[in-house]
């Protein structure tokens, strides 16, 4: 199995003085991602739940939405020349009758850390793609237990402790206790990796369920969030416009620039409890 982190000697420069010194980085490797033998995308990931990882990206994709869906997940020997393992390539087997994603329209994918996968190019694709509705869920959450949740991700991230480069989703209960977290360099990859445990561990949909995400909330990871059937979504950082409309059209409650005890709420509001009296 792959390493998460690795030691890199660099020149450090402070307050004008020169030294050598290890630093420990996150590690960044690719993973093809095949299904029933035949590829079907590459990510470039932080290696590591791997098969939570290519779970969710079928989760995503609207390939499977049941652990039943999936016969088997497994490293592929032979990937290398020697004949020997990388454990960068995952063959994804699924269940009989469970259709096979098309790869006739260029839907090799390829995905990378900084933006994820590109390959959603219209509010259409999402809608059709999605098992479930989110707009229904009647969960409730309070502004109150929404502020405890970037601390408790943080205090989670252990791998960012030792590289400050990793990017954190967790799932969490409307009573903000903590159900999953997953690091990687990749934020999309993070959330694939927490839905696809939630896959492979039959808890599909997550309707009473909070996705709490380290970065920015981009229209992948909103589409990513309904597709598992999560209904509130919160990041420390900003929305994109496109991600405001598909919350928004979706049902999905969207809270950006969750810190301290300040947010903002993008779409969704009714789900956010009422405020303590005297607040505002």
């Not at 290519?54 to 390939?63: D, I, K, P, T, Y």
């Not at 959330?191 to 709490?212: I, Q, W």
């Not at 969030?225 to 990041?235: Q, R």
């Amino acid at each position: 199995m792959g390493r998460v982190t690795a030691r890199r000697r660099v020149l450090r420069l402070r307050d004008g003085a020169e030294s050598y010194r290890p630093d420990t980085l996150a590690v960044e490797e690719p993973m093809e991602i095949r299904v029933g033998g035949r590829p079907l995308t590459v990510t470039m990931r932080t290696p590591g739940d791997d098969f939570d990882l290519a779970a969710g990206f079928l989760v995503s994709e609207g390939v499977v939405h049941a652990a039943d869906h999936v016969a088997g997940i497994r490293y592929c020997a032979g990937a290398t020349a020697d004949g020997g393992n990388t454990y960068n390539v995952v063959d994804v087997a699924l269940a009989p009758g469970v259709p096979a994603p098309d790869t006739s329209l260029e839907r090799n994918f390829y995905t990378t850390s900084s933006c994820g996968l590109c390959g959603k190019a219209s509010l259409d694709a999402v809608r059709t793609s999605a098992a479930w509705s989110v707009a229904e869920v009647p969960l409730r959450i309070s502004p109150e237990r929404l502020t405890t949740l970037p601390d408790r991700l943080r205090a989670a991230q252990k791998v960012f402790d030792s590289t400050g480069g990793l990017h954190a989703a967790g799932l969490f209960t409307a009573d903000g206790e903590p159900l999953c977290l997953r690091e990687d360099v990749g934020r999309h990859n993070a959330v694939d990796k927490v839905v696809g445990h939630a896959l492979r561990s039959g808890l599909l949909p997550l309707r009473e369920t909070v996705l709490m995400v380290s970065g920015r909330a981009s229209f992948e990871l909103v589409q990513k969030a309904v597709t598992a059937g999560i209904p509130v979504l919160a990041a420390v950082s900003a929305p994109s416009s496109l991600a405001v409309d598909l919350a928004t059209e979706s049902g999905l409650t969207l809270v950006g620039f969750l810190r301290g005890a300040s947010m903002n709420v993008y779409a969704g509001a009714e789900r956010l409890q009422p405020l303590p009296a005297g607040r505002s």
